[in-house]
């Protein structure tokens, strides 16, 4: 009986990538974490799976309706919906053996039961760091997160971005200033403001205000514009008398100013007052980076400082910062938007060892010896005429081509062809390993 044929597939939501698109997006991948690293960052991996009565300490909401939720034996398991409850409960549970402030970064997929639409995906990579207190934790680590931003983007390749910072305590001081009782609702509107536009923005806070004054005030608030300086300036001589506005405007100041003494420039980041950050838990400095040649991809990393971590597993009060970097949705947005990224890389190979007779042995000791120098070396095993390999060779991208006949392995003298150049030498082993790896670099 002939076994009925299933129509390849995956679900919708979920990305899968041709080998040239994984390298690039392992690429991205690789850059940020080395970046990560390099402010001293700590790696932690924790399970995909977690207990639901975890991910769901703070209360269902959207959360329960997005999340994957299942029963294995007595068991009640959801998938992690994002990088930052698992860290909460990381940090609760592991808190005497770990070093505070602790600094660490996680790279790993998340999942979340969304409505499928073009460039959201249920299955998808966060790239997250944070600093978490034990206790306290100093405001200057918030402007350190922009240098690490700042690095982080200049090294994916991208010269002209913005990181858009605010303070929530200035934003909650003005409208407690201003007697809004809904302050949650008004940041919302805020916040949305790139996307629905001035005019409907206003129309909504008249909805939820009542009152033109105050929506002229907040409007007017919300459009002080120029040089960071200048902001803060202009939001000291508000002289609005609010104990949580002075205190977030003090830490914005600061803030600033150490954002500039870690080395990132002005127009690489800018004070903008219509940050809100729409997550309820951000109670200070957040953060916003848009591609400035490509606003319509919206925010590619965000975050910012919030009091209390892990309030929902310990007593212990944890404060902290940081951001998250959407991997997959940034990678399939550049794609869409038609930044290439090593659009020319197929191939992690660069040398192919082409064996020209029955003899294979010399060109398998010929990849030992490149491979012990770290060359990525790869032989090429199957029967095919000189014309195929060579073809195999150039569609995969691979720069290096070492041919091996009867003649190389008697006189220990390979023959070197250069695929990008078109030209070819006779080396000895030692020479084709120092001309590749100059060739290389």
Do not use: W
Not at 136 to 144: F, P, T
Not at 202 to 208: Q, T, V
Not at 267 to 294: M, S
């Amino acid at each position: 009986m002939k076994n009925q044929i299933v129509k390849p597939s995956i679900l919708p939501g979920f990305m899968e990538l041709l080998p040239d698109q994984q390298i690039a997006f392992n690429n991205m991948l690789d850059t940020i974490r080395r970046n990560f690293e390099k402010y001293g960052f700590l790696p932690i991996d924790t399970p995909i799976i977690e207990k639901s009565e975890i991910l769901l300490a703070k209360g269902g909401g959207e959360t329960e309706k997005q999340i994957y939720r299942f029963n294995k034996g007595d068991s009640d398991l959801s998938l992690r919906f994002d990088l930052t409850v698992p860290l909460a409960r990381y940090v609760s549970q592991y808190m005497s053996s770990l070093t505070f402030p602790f600094r660490r970064y996680q790279i790993g997929k998340v999942f979340r039961g969304e409505r499928n639409q073009k460039g959201r995906f249920r299955e998808f990579y966060q790239c997250d760091i944070d600093i978490i207190g034990n206790g306290k934790l100093s405001v200057i680590n918030d402007a350190e997160i922009p240098s690490i931003i700042y690095s982080t983007f200049r090294d994916l390749g991208f010269d002209s971005f913005s990181i858009h910072i605010n303070n929530r305590k200035v934003l909650n001081g003005f409208f407690d200033y201003l007697g809004i009782a809904d302050k949650a609702e008004v940041l919302k509107v805020i916040d949305k403001l790139d996307k629905i536009g001035f005019d409907a923005m206003k129309k909504e806070l008249e909805d939820i205000c009542d009152n033109g004054q105050v929506v002229g005030k907040i409007l007017g608030f919300v459009g002080i514009e120029g040089s960071n300086k200048e902001i803060i300036e202009a939001l000291y001589k508000l002289d609005i008398a609010n104990e949580v506005f002075k205190e977030g405007l003090d830490e914005l100041s600061k803030v600033v100013r150490f954002i500039e003494l870690f080395g990132v420039p002005d127009k690489n980041c800018k004070i903008d007052l219509k940050i809100a950050r729409g997550l309820d838990y951000y109670t200070g400095t957040v953060y916003e980076t848009i591609l400035d040649d490509y606003p319509s991809i919206g925010s590619v990393c965000s975050g910012g400082r919030y009091d209390n971590l892990a309030e929902y597993y310990t007593e212990q009060k944890l404060p902290g910062v940081g951001i998250s970097i959407g991997l997959t949705r940034l990678f399939y947005q550049l794609r869409e938007a038609g930044i290439v990224l090593d659009k020319d890389v197929n191939s992690l190979t660069q040398v192919l060892i082409v064996p020209m007779s029955e003899d294979v042995e010399y060109a398998v000791m010929t990849a030992n010896s490149l491979r012990a120098e770290s060359i990525i070396t790869e032989v090429y095993m199957e029967e095919a005429k000189i014309a195929k390999k060579l073809t195999y060779a150039n569609k995969l991208g691979i720069p290096y081509v070492i041919l091996i006949g009867e003649e190389e392995i008697e006189s220990k003298i390979l023959t070197l062809k250069d695929m990008r150049a078109g030209e070819q030498k006779k080396l000895s082993l030692e020479e084709v390993i120092q001309h590749i790896k100059v060739g290389l670099k």
